[in-house]
């Protein structure tokens, strides 16, 4: 299977909620990266976490990364509307490897 | 931050015809570029990585004789989808990394490339 698989494939919550997206990954990494996706769209960098950080943060973002157990989770708080989007973890070591991604529906 | 421009953003073409997609760095130099394909409702899926002054690597299962990779200049790579069949519609994205140790991949808007 592919390296970097993010879970759930889909998640719909109301404005307001949190979203949590957890991504898995293989093999040994330098940095693991968030992007989003709007439909049909080019993708949008969010955050970036190194291999020796264990947590991130980027405004209404929080990233965590544990290395041992090959995993990073993306919580997005307060969500909004105009969050909906879908979201991949992106790792780069040796092959650049996309998981198959969340798709985040925000209902106002 | 760095910018990845690409050109065109879409193309539409008839089946076996050649469409050229231009990848391009744009305030930064880039040794090596990727290339990415997305079909709808997937994930992108890297088809190869292309060397300046070198050949490309494909992935498993992408044919380097219908997707042709030339990464001519340091600033510019370019993907060419010959004899192009429907079902090679797609949405095709390209990165290149910048940096030292960090190593950020800057992606392109994508081209959206439709085969009648």
């Known amino acids: 299977s592919q390296q970097g698989e993010e879970d759930p494939q889909a998640l719909s919550i109301q404005e307001g909620e949190n979203a949590t997206m957890n991504c898995s990954y293989k093999?040994?990494?330098?940095?693991l990266q968030w992007y989003r996706q709007n439909s049909g769209r080019g993708l949008v960098h969010l955050i970036l976490i190194r291999s020796n950080e264990r947590e991130k943060h980027s405004g209404r973002l929080r990233v965590t990364l544990d290395t041992s157990k090959k995993s990073s989770s993306l919580l997005i708080t307060a969500s909004r509307a105009a969050d909906t989007a879908s979201y991949f973890c992106f790792t780069n070591a040796g092959k650049s490897t996309f998981g198959d991604g969340t798709t985040l529906t925000v209902k106002p | 931050g760095a910018v990845v421009s690409q050109h065109p953003s879409r193309v539409i073409c008839k089946s076996g015809t050649s469409v050229k997609i231009e990848c391009r760095s744009l305030?930064?130099?880039?040794?090596?570029m990727f290339w990415y394909r997305q079909f709808p409702k997937q994930s992108l899926m890297l088809m190869a990585t292309?060397?300046?002054?070198?050949?490309?690597?494909?992935e498993q299962g992408v044919e380097k004789d219908k997707f042709l990779i030339n990464h001519a200049s340091l600033t510019l790579s370019t993907l060419t989808v010959t004899s192009a069949h429907p079902e090679d519609s797609s949405f095709y994205i390209c990165?290149?990394?910048?940096?030292?140790?960090?190593?950020?991949?800057?992606f392109g808007p994508g081209t959206r490339l439709t085969v009648l």
């Open positions: 305030d930064f130099q880039a040794t090596t």
């Open positions: 292309s060397n300046e002054g070198s050949k490309a690597t494909y």
């Open positions: 990165s290149a990394p910048q940096g030292q140790g960090v190593n950020t991949q800057y």
């Open positions: 093999t040994s990494i330098n940095n």
